[in-house]
Structures are given as structure tokens and as C-alpha cells.
């Protein structure tokens, strides 16, 4: 099974390229410009992408950013300023169309309508869409959840796993996770389908986190993490796939500072803690994207 969801999250990777209008310019060249790398990323997507008890944006996506950041300094030769914006998953596709972000790393997944508007880059993590629901629920199977008021977040990959698991659920649209939370705690809905792993990382949060629980136990999909970029920026996109792949390298021949930065989010004193057939799973997908490139190095740029 772990070889078959690996496969499936490799087909993410590609996407196709095609050639710029002469006066268009590129993300790579705004950058060099004007020194900045504009990211849009999420403040409520724990463990890849939320705002802290200071407000600052961090996570496993951020930490990615700021990689990719590192490399593009080096490659740039000056400095590059990494600034953050905060992002709702509807508006992540209209602000890279409208040119407002350079890139978005928050939990974002392929899907092949996303595909259509803009590039995908390799995926760095593995998720898939479960259902909060409370504790003394009964809510688990698919037939359970017939008339059902399920929370979504519009547009998302969850929305789509969620009709497909059943269709007579009535879906009741939230436009951030934290709204589509408190839904549940006041009971005005009776689940929330969101990335297991994110509800795993609110309720980390929660005073009363045994008042919920996460169905069912097998995720309803299975999907790669990526982040995404304008559509015919090859270059950018290359500088991006090379940070994540050099840190998935590092990280899978255990090199101290890319453990240290996965463990940050994903450890035992971690934002989330995986078990070890999740981090075995992790650690497979990694190296199938590491083996279908051809082994990086400073060489290469």
C-alpha cells in the first residue's frame, strides 16, 4: 500500500512548460529586481503553514520557503527577502493568477483542474482527507453520514473526497478551517472534512482534546503536498523542485539540520507526532522523488 500511495504522489510532479510572451517577466527576474520572494502560505493549516501564539507565520511549508529562499541567494548572489502572506485556500489560485504571490506553500495538493492554472512543484509531504467529528459520535462509516452536516472548505481537495465518500452528506461551506472548528464545537455541524493530519495539529492546541476524534481510520484519499507557482516560469520552478529535493536528500541521509527541521513540525516534540509507519511512508515517498530525478548538486546550478 505504501508503494502504491508513493507512486500516486509522484505523479504530481510534472508539469508541463511552455514559452513566455516577449514582454512577460518572469518570477525569477522579479525577484532578482526587486529582491523579494512573495509567498503566500496559510495561518491555520498546523503542522505546515499557521500563525504561532505571536502571530508569526511557521510550519513545515515555511521552513521550505525559507530553503527555497536560501537557494535562490545563492544562485541570485544578493540577498532575498522572504515575505509571508497569509492566504485563504480560496484565494491561493487567484492571487498567483493576478501575479500577487510569486508562490504557495501552505498543504496544498494536485489536483488536475488546479493543474490547469498553474504548475505544481515535487511533493515534500504526504496527506489525506479524514473526518473531526465529536467524541461520542457514532459518525464513521460512509452510510453513517447520509443527511449529515459535513463542514468543508470551498474548492478544496477535501470538498471534492468528501462527495465522493458520500454524496448525500449536506456540505456546509466554511471560508477558513478555524470557522469550520468552531461550527463544530458549537455543534451547528456534525463533521469537518479536512487533511487528517491538520486536525491532528488543532487538536494539539484544544484544552479538550479528547472531546473529538478522527475518522475514518484509513484516510478517504491519499494525496501529495506541493506547492505551486505561475504557469511557464521553468526556471523558477527548477530553483524550487532543487531546494525541495536537496532537502528531502539531506533529510533521508540524516543530515542534523534537515532532521532537525522536519522533526520541528513532525517529531515527538513536534507540532504533530507521526507514528513510525507515517514517517516510513514519508521517508519512501521522498526517496521515489529523490530516485526519478537524477542525484542535485551545487553543480547543477
Not at 510550519?59 to 532575498?80: A, F, H, R, T
Not at 510569486?102 to 473526518?131: H, M, N, P
Not at 488543532?202 to 503536498?225: C, H, M, Y
Amino acid at each position: 500500500m505504501y508503494t502504491k500511495t508513493a507512486l500516486i504522489c509522484l505523479g504530481v510532479m510534472f508539469s508541463s512548460v511552455i514559452s513566455l510572451p516577449a514582454n512577460a517577466e518572469t518570477v525569477m527576474a522579479k525577484i532578482n529586481r526587486t529582491g523579494v520572494l512573495t509567498a503566500g502560505t496559510s495561518k491555520d493549516a498546523i503542522p505546515f503553514a499557521y500563525a504561532d501564539s505571536k502571530g508569526k507565520l511557521t510550519g513545515y511549508s515555511v521552513d521550505m520557503l525559507v530553503l527555497m529562499k536560501e537557494q535562490l541567494e545563492k544562485q541570485l548572489g544578493k540577498k532575498i527577502q522572504l515575505k509571508l502572506v497569509s492566504l485563504s485556500p480560496a484565494e491561493r489560485i487567484p492571487k498567483i493568477l493576478k501575479n500577487e504571490v510569486d508562490i504557495v506553500c501552505d498543504a496544498s495538493s494536485f489536483t488536475w483542474e488546479r493543474d490547469k492554472q498553474v504548475d505544481f512543484s515535487v511533493s515534500y509531504a504526504v496527506t489525506g482527507t479524514q473526518l473531526l467529528v465529536k467524541k461520542n459520535s457514532n459518525l464513521d462509516s460512509a452510510e453513517s453520514f447520509v443527511a449529515k452536516q459535513v463542514g468543508v472548505l470551498s474548492k478544496t481537495t477535501n470538498e471534492q473526497a468528501m462527495k465522493r465518500f458520500q454524496p448525500q452528506a449536506k456540505l456546509v461551506y466554511f471560508p477558513t478551517r478555524n470557522q469550520a472548528y468552531s461550527a463544530l464545537q458549537q455543534g451547528k455541524i456534525d463533521a469537518f472534512a479536512s487533511d487528517g493530519i491538520l486536525s491532528e495539529g488543532w487538536l494539539r492546541t484544544q484544552k479538550n482534546p479528547d472531546a473529538f476524534k478522527i475518522v475514518p481510520s484509513l484516510p478517504l484519499s491519499r494525496e501529495g503536498v506541493a506547492c505551486m507557482v505561475p504557469e511557464n516560469n521553468s526556471k523558477f520552478l527548477d530553483t524550487v523542485n532543487y531546494s525541495l529535493i536537496k532537502f528531502m536528500q539531506g533529510f533521508v541521509s540524516g543530515n542534523p539540520r534537515n532532521v532537525t527541521i522536519f522533526d520541528r513540525s513532525f517529531g515527538a516534540k513536534g507540532a504533530v507526532f507521526i507514528n513510525k509507519d507515517i514517517r516510513d511512508l514519508t521517508i519512501e515517498t521522498m526517496q521515489l522523488v529523490i530516485e526519478s530525478r537524477q542525484e542535485i548538486g551545487e553543480r547543477d546550478f
